[in-house]
Nanobody, 120 residues
Framework: QVQLVESGGGLVQAGGSLRLSCVAS????????MAWYRQAPGNQRDFVAV???????NYVDSVKGRFSISRDNGEKTMYLQMNSLKPEDTAVYFC??????????????WGQGTQVTVSS
Protein backbone atom coordinates (compact mmCIF):
# COMPACT_ATOMS: atom_id res chain seq x y z
CA GLN A 1 0.00 0.00 0.00
CA VAL A 2 1.11 3.54 -0.76
CA GLN A 3 0.11 6.74 1.01
CA LEU A 4 0.39 10.34 -0.17
CA VAL A 5 0.09 13.11 2.41
CA GLU A 6 -0.18 16.77 1.42
CA SER A 7 0.63 19.72 3.68
CA GLY A 8 1.31 23.43 3.46
CA GLY A 9 -2.12 24.76 2.61
CA GLY A 10 -3.69 27.68 4.41
CA LEU A 11 -5.16 31.15 4.15
CA VAL A 12 -3.13 33.81 2.35
CA GLN A 13 -3.85 37.25 0.91
CA ALA A 14 -3.81 37.83 -2.82
CA GLY A 15 -0.25 38.30 -4.01
CA GLY A 16 1.12 36.05 -1.32
CA SER A 17 2.90 32.71 -1.52
CA LEU A 18 2.48 29.18 -0.23
CA ARG A 19 4.55 26.02 -0.61
CA LEU A 20 2.71 22.73 -0.74
CA SER A 21 4.40 19.42 0.02
CA CYS A 22 3.39 15.86 -0.80
CA VAL A 23 5.18 12.99 0.91
CA ALA A 24 4.86 9.46 -0.41
CA SER A 25 5.36 6.40 1.76
CA UNK A 26 4.69 2.68 1.73
CA UNK A 27 5.60 -0.17 -0.59
CA UNK A 28 7.30 1.95 -3.24
CA UNK A 29 9.76 0.59 -5.75
CA UNK A 30 9.76 3.68 -7.95
CA UNK A 31 7.71 6.86 -8.27
CA UNK A 32 7.14 7.70 -11.91
CA UNK A 33 5.10 10.83 -12.73
CA MET A 34 3.86 13.07 -9.91
CA ALA A 35 1.31 15.82 -10.34
CA TRP A 36 -0.85 18.39 -8.60
CA TYR A 37 -4.55 18.84 -9.21
CA ARG A 38 -7.04 21.21 -7.61
CA GLN A 39 -10.75 21.29 -7.04
CA ALA A 40 -12.75 24.40 -6.25
CA PRO A 41 -16.22 24.10 -4.70
CA GLY A 42 -18.76 22.94 -7.27
CA ASN A 43 -16.07 22.30 -9.88
CA GLN A 44 -14.35 19.24 -11.25
CA ARG A 45 -10.82 18.33 -10.26
CA ASP A 46 -8.46 20.12 -12.63
CA PHE A 47 -4.83 19.58 -13.59
CA VAL A 48 -2.32 22.10 -12.24
CA ALA A 49 1.21 20.81 -12.79
CA VAL A 50 3.13 17.62 -13.50
CA UNK A 51 6.72 16.43 -13.21
CA UNK A 52 8.04 13.19 -14.69
CA UNK A 53 10.74 11.10 -13.05
CA UNK A 54 13.18 12.55 -15.59
CA UNK A 55 12.35 16.10 -14.53
CA UNK A 56 10.13 17.25 -17.37
CA UNK A 57 7.41 19.63 -16.26
CA ASN A 58 4.15 21.01 -17.58
CA TYR A 59 1.65 23.49 -16.16
CA VAL A 60 -1.87 24.64 -16.81
CA ASP A 61 -1.72 28.01 -18.55
CA SER A 62 -3.35 29.87 -15.65
CA VAL A 63 -0.42 29.15 -13.29
CA LYS A 64 2.54 29.41 -15.67
CA GLY A 65 5.10 31.85 -14.37
CA ARG A 66 3.58 31.80 -10.86
CA PHE A 67 3.76 28.14 -9.75
CA SER A 68 6.77 25.85 -9.76
CA ILE A 69 6.72 22.08 -9.27
CA SER A 70 9.72 20.20 -7.95
CA ARG A 71 10.64 16.79 -6.52
CA ASP A 72 13.12 15.30 -4.10
CA ASN A 73 13.23 11.72 -5.27
CA GLY A 74 15.41 10.61 -2.38
CA GLU A 75 12.83 11.88 0.09
CA LYS A 76 9.87 10.76 -2.06
CA THR A 77 8.53 14.29 -1.79
CA MET A 78 6.97 16.66 -4.29
CA TYR A 79 6.53 20.40 -3.86
CA LEU A 80 4.42 23.12 -5.40
CA GLN A 81 5.73 26.64 -4.87
CA MET A 82 2.86 29.03 -5.46
CA ASN A 83 3.63 32.73 -5.85
CA SER A 84 1.49 35.73 -6.76
CA LEU A 85 -1.58 33.88 -5.59
CA LYS A 86 -4.98 34.99 -6.81
CA PRO A 87 -8.45 34.42 -5.32
CA GLU A 88 -9.21 32.12 -8.25
CA ASP A 89 -6.44 29.80 -7.01
CA THR A 90 -8.64 28.96 -4.02
CA ALA A 91 -9.25 25.21 -4.03
CA VAL A 92 -8.39 21.93 -2.41
CA TYR A 93 -5.05 20.85 -3.85
CA PHE A 94 -4.41 17.14 -4.38
CA CYS A 95 -1.19 15.34 -5.18
CA UNK A 96 -1.13 12.24 -7.29
CA UNK A 97 1.62 9.79 -8.10
CA UNK A 98 2.09 7.03 -10.63
CA UNK A 99 3.86 4.42 -8.53
CA UNK A 100 5.52 1.11 -9.23
CA UNK A 101 5.20 -0.89 -6.03
CA UNK A 102 7.67 -3.38 -4.65
CA UNK A 103 5.36 -6.06 -6.07
CA UNK A 104 5.99 -4.44 -9.47
CA UNK A 105 2.40 -3.39 -9.95
CA UNK A 106 1.82 0.11 -11.31
CA UNK A 107 -0.98 2.21 -9.83
CA UNK A 108 -1.98 5.84 -9.51
CA UNK A 109 -2.48 7.04 -5.96
CA TRP A 110 -4.09 10.23 -4.61
CA GLY A 111 -3.65 12.17 -1.42
CA GLN A 112 -6.48 13.53 0.72
CA GLY A 113 -5.91 17.14 -0.28
CA THR A 114 -4.92 20.39 1.40
CA GLN A 115 -7.05 23.54 1.37
CA VAL A 116 -5.66 26.72 -0.15
CA THR A 117 -7.70 29.88 0.36
CA VAL A 118 -6.66 33.19 -1.20
CA SER A 119 -8.44 36.28 0.07
CA SER A 120 -8.83 39.41 -2.03
Amino acid sequence: QVQLVESGGGLVQAGGSLRLSCVASGSIFRINTMAWYRQAPGNQRDFVAVMTDSGSTNYVDSVKGRFSISRDNGEKTMYLQMNSLKPEDTAVYFCTADVTTVARSRTTYWGQGTQVTVSS
